[in-house]
């Protein structure tokens, strides 16, 4: 986040804008938790099929929540 506002890095942009910084920081953490919880309810719904249905298929469909680091998060521990 701190790149795309044009700071090399998240420490400069907390030193320069502390608020900033956190208000970024507890926005981006809400949001977060908010998709962790679609992706366990929507990955709960496709363990719950009979039969499963193929990885592939669930991956292109989950591909969205991809790019978030819900795999290996605390709040998913029956996922890992």
């Known amino acids: ?3 795309r506002l044009g700071f090399s890095a998240a420490c400069v942009l907390k030193a320069h804008a502390p608020d ?3 208000r970024l920081k507890t926005h981006w953490q ?7 919880t679609e992706l366990q309810n929507k990955l709960k719904a496709v ?5 499963p249905p193929c990885l592939r ?3 292109s469909h989950l591909r969205e929540y ?8 605390p709040e998913c ?3 890992r």
């Not at 809400?30 to 962790?36: D, H, T």
């Not at 991809?66 to 998060?73: A, G, R």
């Open 77 to 79: 521990p029956s996922l």
């Open 30 to 36: 809400a949001y977060a938790r908010i998709r962790r």
């Open 66 to 73: 991809m790019c978030l680091p819900v795999w290996f998060s």
């Open 57 to 59: 298929p669930v991956y």
């Open 1 to 3: 986040m701190a790149k």
């Open 47 to 51: 363990l719950e099929e009979n039969p």
């Open 20 to 22: 900033l910084y956190e």
